[in-house]
């Protein structure tokens, strides 16, 4: 299963770049090649331009799309996975993976009026023109707070919605929304062992991924 991870993190030290690298690793103890959008370190532009606003505001499949976002929706149609590895800010994602969604998902590539990603009468569209269906989709995301806690507060179930709902919607076969963390409420003691659980946890979902997606 052939996996390409967009990561949307400034840095590589922390608990998400240990994530991401745990990940990796059991994506290559299983035999799984993938490819990897570091967003920061491409330099990869948020920002809609007025141009790319005119062309989707006006559903104009034929004006032209941008040679960066024409490479990462290629590297998602080379791909049967999608992980997104990103920190949690203000409960949504970092601005720089919010604008790679807004410029990524083209109309005529991610949607469009009589594009089958949004004919919400059709649980899972046929792979067609434009974006390949994924066979799966993992959000794989650090935050502050433990996942008990988001729910409580609905937070969890915010951005769950907004990743998997609006934004992956039936562009995937299966989708797996996964929050690590909750260091802001543990003891530093109780901190370093779930910190340790939890790289093993990433490593397992990435060991695991090709069976999950089955």
């Known amino acids: ?3 390409h991870i967009v990561y949307a993190n400034p840095t590589h030290t922390g608990l998400v770049a240990e994530v991401l690298d745990a990940f990796c690793a ?9 490819t990897l959008s570091d967003l920061y370190a491409m330099g990869f532009n948020p920002v809609l331009s ?7 505001s006006a559903f ?10 024409r ?5 998602l149609n080379a791909a049967d996975a999608w992980v997104f ?23 005529g590539y991610a949607y469009g009026p009589d594009h089958p990603e949004t004919r919400w009468d059709e649980e899972v569209p046929a792979d067609g023109p434009g974006i390949r269906i994924a066979q799966k989709v993992l959000v794989l995301c650090t935050a502050g707070h433990s996942e008990r ?6 937070c969890y179930q915010a951005m769950e919605t907004t990743m998997l709902v609006d934004r992956i919607f039936t562009r995937a076969r299966t989708k797996q929304f996964v929050v690590l963390g909750g260091g802001a409420d543990m003891t530093r003691d109780e901190w370093v062992r779930a910190r340790a659980q939890e790289i093993r946890q990433a490593h397992d979902l990435g060991r695991t991924l090709a069976a999950a997606a089955a």
């Open 1 to 3: 299963m052939r996996t």
């Open 26 to 34: 059991g994506l290559d103890e299983a035999g799984i090649e993938h």
């Open 50 to 56: 007025p141009e790319e606003f005119a062309r989707e």
């Open 60 to 69: 104009d499949v034929a004006a032209p799309v941008a040679e960066d976002v």
């Open 71 to 75: 490479a990462e929706q290629a590297k």
């Open 85 to 107: 590895v990103y920190p949690v800010w203000w409960t949504d994602v970092p601005a720089i993976l919010k604008g790679w969604f807004d410029r990524v998902w083209t109309v």
């Open 149 to 154: 806690q988001l729910r409580e507060t609905g």
